[in-house]
């Protein structure tokens, strides 16, 4: 756990960027860090500036729900990250610098986890990592390998709200779908 303390510390003391300026505070990670599993999201909005944790507002409160319905445990089954750990202005889109001066933050992240399973929750997710531009509804649901792990997109939470329908082949049943295959290959490789 040390070198998630460090981590930590380094974070919070970052000046790369602007958005230290802006933020309250750095929003690193939560979960489990020794788990298989990562769940990667675009950036902190207000809540979480606010609590510093990933994915507490409202699209992580769904987050939350549907991790349940796959019988995950957000606590013990996967680690909660985003590409950047600061909070944009205004909720916006992180910039290509942004995301660059945050990198080796993630990328540090990505070694002390150490996961095989890396899900991709939303377009700049799936740039940031996989340098792929192309949206997510093409692309979810699917394994790819890339430098000995396994990614797979996922719609991000905050899109899912505008789409609260359950019924076949609605944006939210199509997650849960990603997150219970995520869970089987877990427990294929026994974590």
């Known amino acids: 756990m040390k070198g998630f303390d460090t981590l930590e510390n380094r974070c919070a003391a970052c000046q790369r960027c602007d958005l230290a300026h802006h933020r309250k505070m750095v929003v690193v990670g939560r979960g489990n860090p020794r788990s298989d599993l990562m769940l990667i999201g675009e950036a902190p909005g207000a809540d979480e500036d606010n609590l510093g944790l990933p994915f507490v507002g409202r699209s992580g409160r769904l987050l939350s729900e549907l991790l349940k319905e796959a ?19 205004h909720n916006r889109k992180p910039t290509l610098e942004e995301m660059r001066q945050c990198r080796p933050w993630l990328r540090e992240q990505l070694e002390l986890v150490n996961p095989s399973l890396v899900l991709l929750a939303g377009a700049t997710a ?4 996989l340098g792929i531009k192309s949206g997510i509804s093409k692309l979810r649901g699917q394994w790819h390998e890339q430098e000995g792990r396994t990614f797979m997109p996922v719609f991000h939470p905050s899109y899912l709200l505008r789409f609260r329908s359950r019924e076949a082949g609605s944006p939210q049943t199509l997650t849960l779908q990603d997150l219970q295959e995520a869970k089987r290959r877990l427990s294929a490789q026994g974590g």
């Open 126 to 129: 799936l740039q940031a990592l």
């Open 71 to 89: 019988d995950l445990d957000e606590d013990q089954d996967l680690y909660i990250c985003n590409v950047i750990k600061c909070r944009p202005p």
